[in-house]
């Protein structure tokens, strides 16, 4: 894998890696006529670390000249290593402001989301040794989200400059409460995080405390991008692609099979664990485990919201069925 792409003659594509399945994710760099602006730096890895060292080197990027540093959304695999950066550079890192909600709620001082999330996997058919690995693996994060930096507000109402041009901020949730495209409205050309991908289907979560049916938001959200006019997008994982109206249709097409699906497997009363396992198999790492239990709380949640299952519960285990 060659990590570092030009795309343009202001547009470099840094693949930074990742110790998941996904690999890698993407960062831009965008050359400007005062410096240069850095979407998404990345999860803070020594590995990614020595990456990024060796991408300003060559590209004769000083940390000095870092204009900007701009966050799609909070999650730790694009928003990890802001902090390194800004210490370094002084530079100010942008976000949503439901994205800084966030980033408060999952690592702010004090933080309770860890408990709240280890209590909804529990309530929601999680048990025994898994739920045990699970509390370990929540803990497993705060190095790679550090130092924390301070958070600037975007506002989504007017137009973001990324580099030498204006960029129009689309609010776009699901995969993440607070994810923010940037369409380059004369180009085209569309930054668009996790919220589109090629190949692969962005997660969409439940978080307790935020969005009460993200699925909802996700497949309404995706609707209006996919009617923008968009020639290139440039997505947080793969690689950059054409076919982004076609590719926001299949994505909607799959959740409404899968809702489907999941559906006709509730004749009987189900928690979303045993609905999770049916779906994503017994393979998954706790890592993975924790989205796809995550995302089938989700798909439940939908249903429930549409009437076509019911919620029920027994011994404060949350179960559903037709």
Known sequence: MKPILHLSETLIQIKVPLPFPLRWVNSYVIRSRSGWTLIDPGLRTPEAEELWNRAMKELDLPLSALDSIVLTHHHPDHYGL?????????????????????????????????????????????????????????????????????????????????????????????HAAGHVCFLDEERS????????????????????????????????????????????????????????????????????????AMEDRLDEPRTSYTVCRAFFGDRLSIHQLRFALSETIAHLLYLREEGRIRELERDGVVYYAK
Request: with cysteine.
């Open 82 to 174: 802001s902090g390194w950066f800004q210490e370094r550079s002084g530079a100010q890192v942008h976000i949503s402001q439901t994205g800084k909600e966030q980033v408060r709620a999952l690592w702010g001082e004090g933080e309770t989301m860890s408990a709240t999330l280890l209590e909804l996997f529990r309530k929601h058919g999680m048990e025994g040794e898994t739920l045990a690995l699970m509390t370990e693996h929540m803990s497993g994060f705060l190095p790679q989200l550090s130092p924390q930096p301070e958070l600037t507000v975007i506002d989504t109402e007017r137009h973001f400059p990324l580099g030498d041009r204006p960029y129009r901020p689309f609010v776009t949730p699901g």
């Open 189 to 260: 050309e569309l930054f668009c995080g996790d919220h589109v991908l090629p190949q692969i289907t962005p997660n969409v979560s439940y978080i307790p405390g935020f969005d009460d049916n993200p699925l909802h938001s996700y497949l309404q959200s995706l609707e209006e991008v996919g009617r923008l006019k968009v020639d290139m997008a440039y997505p947080g994982h793969r690689d950059p692609f054409r076919t982004f109206a076609q590719r926001t249709a299949e994505i909607i097409g799959h959740h409404e099979e899968r809702l489907a």
